[in-house]
């Protein structure tokens, strides 16, 4: 569980992946306030499905997140070691792999964090985690045809919805390229 959510820091000491990747944000010029605004929303008792549905978010942020949180609140074992192998597990790696690549041919020194966040998760999640999430999965659902059928709905639905991520953020990308253009 550690190694899953923290590590050592690229720069020294130890800190948990989601503070290395908001540093990572923060060295390559993303914007981090939408984040940093949920954060602080949450430290002053905010729900989260409050800020989900009330605070401007970038788009598909909130569909994403809500899916996730829709599985976990479900309590059922099998839905979420499902999702957890098959929508991060399985996926993490190869587009980690071919986004860390491209990131640092473009600027080694801004997205040396990144890489290194990206690099690790292929890492970690490629090599030791994703056979054991799939061992865990074989054990959640057993021999039961129901919950194998569950556990791949909900797949379908956590894959859905990060694509429906990653298409608002290719859309975000394709319209800040034509607004720099037309400077």
């Given at each position: 569980?550690?190694?899953e959510e923290s590590d ?60 996730t949180l829709a599985v ?103 319209s800040a390229r034509a ?5």
């Amino acid at each position: 569980m550690l190694e899953e959510e923290s590590d050592e820091h690229p720069d020294g000491g130890y800190a948990s992946h989601f503070e290395v990747y908001r540093e990572a944000m923060r060295d390559a010029g993303a914007d981090t306030d939408p984040i940093d605004g949920l954060l602080a929303g949450l430290a002053r008792g905010r729900s989260i499905d409050d800020i989900l549905h009330q605070d401007a978010l970038p788009p598909g942020v909130a569909g994403f997140v809500g899916t996730t949180l829709a599985v976990v609140r479900s309590g059922e074992p099998h839905r979420l070691v499902a999702v957890f192998t098959h929508g991060r597990e399985d996926l993490i790696p190869d587009m980690f792999r071919a986004m860390g690549a491209t990131l640092s041919a473009a600027d080694p020194a801004g997205w040396r964090k990144l890489a290194w966040y990206l690099h690790r998760h292929v890492e970690v999640d490629g090599e030791r985690h994703g056979r054991i999430a799939h061992a865990l999965l074989d054990q959640a659902c057993g021999d039961d045809p129901r919950l194998w059928r569950e556990a791949q709905e909900s797949v379908e639905q956590a894959l859905n919805a990060r694509l429906a991520l990653w298409d608002a953020i290719s859309d975000e990308i394709q319209s800040a390229r034509a607004a720099a253009r037309l400077r």
